[in-house]
Nanobody
């Protein structure tokens, strides 16, 4: 059974930094795109950053120049380095991945349970 487990969230002051990590575990053959989304209660989940299997990246306009997504394919891990954090970055951040399980013939989409990031003085 595949699991995505996020870590690294917490409380940080405005202007500070955090690094989120997400590890995919289970019987995984291959992982395509991995990404980070965030969601404030009552609003739709929005893309923060995405990285393809080939390393191409995409960012929400609101985080460009401040956040950096990266991945370690050997560890099935995706990271989100968040710098110059603002109060409006406060959210639950969810990891997402398209991956192929050992027992499957198609790529499927999976979500982590989320990690809370709070930016406040």
């Amino acid at each position: 059974q595949v699991q995505l487990v996020e870590s690294g969230g917490g409380l940080v002051q405005p202007g500070g930094s955090l690094r989120l990590s997400c590890v995919a575990s289970g019987s995984i053959l291959s992982i395509n795109a991995m990404g980070w989304y965030r969601q404030v209660p009552g609003k739709e989940r929005e893309l923060v950053a995405e990285i393809t299997g080939g390393g191409s990246t995409k960012y929400a306009d609101s985080v460009k120049g401040r956040f950096t997504i990266s991945r370690d394919n050997a560890k099935n891990t995706v990271y989100l380095q968040m710098n110059s954090l603002k109060p409006e970055d406060t959210d639950v951040y969810y990891c997402n991945a398209d991956l192929l399980q050992l027992s499957s013939r198609v790529f499927m989409n999976y979500w982590g349970k989320g990690t809370l990031v709070t930016v406040s003085s």
